[in-house]
């Protein structure tokens, strides 16, 4: 039966070039608020969040075709991707805690 009592419904909020994703039994904000340096970028990129991570944070980088290329689980509030192994193009950085999702574009040139 749709909407029983496990039924989970999500919620895509958009900001800017964010999206954001959340459940509808909490209020749907920003609460990872994530940066992404250089952008375009060509060697290092930085990504940064704004709140300290607790406990852990999955940063997945996506291409156009939806393979993921890069993979990490980040416990500090900065981590570093190298992209010299990426071609050039646009690629979706997906970072998700467990209670939010957030999603941007970055350019590798």
Do not use: C
Not at 43 to 53: A, C, H, P, S
């Amino acid at each position: 039966m749709f909407g029983g009592p496990r039924a989970v419904a999500y919620v895509l909020k958009f900001n800017n070039n964010n999206i954001f994703l959340g459940n509808n039994h909490n209020e749907i904000a920003p609460s990872l608020e994530v940066t992404i340096f250089p952008n375009p970028a060509k060697g290092l990129i930085n990504i940064t969040f704004k709140q300290e991570v607790r406990g852990s944070v999955l940063v997945e980088v996506i291409n156009l075709l939806g393979a993921t290329v890069y993979t990490k689980n980040a416990t500090t509030s900065h981590i570093t991707i190298d992209s010299s192994e990426l071609s050039q193009g646009v690629y979706i950085v997906k970072v998700k805690s467990n209670d939010s999702s957030i999603t941007k574009k970055v350019v590798i040139q």
